[in-house]
Structures are given as C-alpha cells and as structure tokens.
C-alpha cells in the first residue's frame, strides 16, 4: 500500500511539474512574441526601441486558458518610442493596454471582447498634430501661425500660442459621448480679439487631430497633465492586431 501511495505522490508531483513548465513555456512564448512584434514596428518605424514592453495574464493559468480558449486578463505595457524629426515625430508614446476575455481559438487572430489602452502625449506631439491639421485645413502660413503649445494643469486647459508669443488661446478638452470636443477660450492678437472663425479652425484641427490619432475607438478621457496630455480609449471585440492603433500612431 505504501509502495502504491508513493507512486500515486511521484505521478502527482511529476504532473505538477509538466504543468509549471507548461505553463512557464506558454508565458514565455507569448511575451517573447509581443516582444519581437513590438521590435518589428518600432524597426517598422525608424526608431530604437530602449526598453521592453511587458504582459501579464492575471492568476487565471495559461493552459487552463488555452483549453477554454480565452484568457481572462491580458495587461500590455508598451514603451514610449517617440522621435521628434524635421518632418514630425517617428514612432509610439507609452502605452498600457487591458484587455479582458481575449478570445485565442483563432490563433492568427486573437479578439478582446473588451479593451481600454491609457497612454500619454508630450505637448511637443500635440502642437505636431495640430499644426498638421491646419496645414491639411490650408490655413497654414497665414497671418496667424501656431508656434506653441502647453498643457496648463491649473486652468485644466491646452493653451495654444500664436506668433511666438502675439497671442494665446486657451482650450478645455471636453470627452463626449466618445469623442473628443474642445472649448475655446477667448484671445486677442496685436490688442484685437481673434475672428471667430480663426478659433472655430483651430478648435477643430485639434479634435480632428486627436481623434484620427484615436481611430474607431472611443476617447473616454482626456486629461491635462504636466508636460502633456492623458488619454484614456476602450473598445469591444478588439482585434489584437489593432491594439496598436491605440497608441496614437503617426499617419
């Protein structure tokens, strides 16, 4: 009896042990994967990459997932690889992506059934974006230029300079419904007020700067901190080849 107990004990522990490695190899393999895919767009990119990005699953065991076919919790820390250059900036800002009930019964094709990616933009990114949307808006190089931008966590505001300096608009990001809205705050150029439309153009390159950056998925919020900006973006049933989308790609 004793010599079947003890082969009972050796079987269980000799399980125990093909499960940990199991389990081990399964988390290895997948971060190693989001490491190299993560190495291939910054390469992608023209950027070095100098800090690994990280994923954690949760408590929920990877084979226990693997067998269901879905993994609960599926947290992504990728690193900030921005560049500024002449032509605007090369590749990501920093980003944390959470995504629950990750679908992996298409291997070639995991979904999240949902998502929400917080990430962070230098002021230097923001004044980039909206100073190509006014050139896309053809209003750049007229006598009012945009020459300078500054996240103000006082007045909760992005506040805009004009002509290094003639004159400075301040705007309240406002996340509604999904989409990002800006108020703009009255300013006045060489002692005039500045034409309404002016403001209206500004105001709207802006929105439609983020909210390109943002792509199909909702800005739930947008947050004036010290040196930028904070954006908080959810999503359902969110392929995980878009997840990169979150990250406020440059186009």
Do not use: C, Y
Not at 44 to 55: K, L, N, R
Not at 215 to 231: H, T, W
């Amino acid at each position: 009896m004793a010599s079947v107990w003890k082969f009972l004990v050796g079987v269980l522990v000799g399980l125990l042990v093909l499960l940990l490695v199991v389990e081990f190899g399964l988390r290895w393999f997948i971060g190693n994967e989001l490491r190299s895919s993560f190495e291939e767009q910054a390469a992608a990119d023209g950027v070095t990459m100098e800090e690994d990005p990280t994923i954690a699953f949760g408590s929920t065991p990877l084979v226990l997932s693997a067998v269901q076919g879905t993994i609960p919790d599926v947290e992504i820390t990728t690193p900030s690889t921005l560049q500024a250059t002449d032509q605007g900036f090369l590749g990501q800002p920093r980003a944390h992506v959470v995504l629950t009930d990750l679908d992996i019964s298409d291997t070639d094709n995991p979904v999240a059934a949902h998502m929400v990616a917080t990430t962070e933009v230098p002021d230097e990114f923001l004044l980039d974006t909206v100073q190509r949307a006014m050139r896309e808006e053809g209003a750049d190089g007229g006598l009012v230029q945009i020459t300078g931008l500054t996240a103000n966590t006082v007045d909760n505001t992005l506040d805009l300079e004009f002509n290094g300096g003639a004159a400075v608009l301040n705007l309240i990001p406002r996340p509604v419904d999904g989409n990002l809205t800006f108020e703009a705050a009255g300013a006045s150029l060489f002692g005039f007020g500045l034409p309404q439309q002016v403001s209206d153009l500004i105001t709207r390159g802006l929105q439609q700067g983020v909210q390109e950056q943002a792509g199909d998925f909702r800005i739930d919020a947008f947050d004036v901190i010290d040196g930028g900006a904070r954006l908080q973006l959810s999503g359902e049933n969110v392929a995980l080849s878009e997840v990169a989308d979150t990250q406020l790609p440059r186009r």
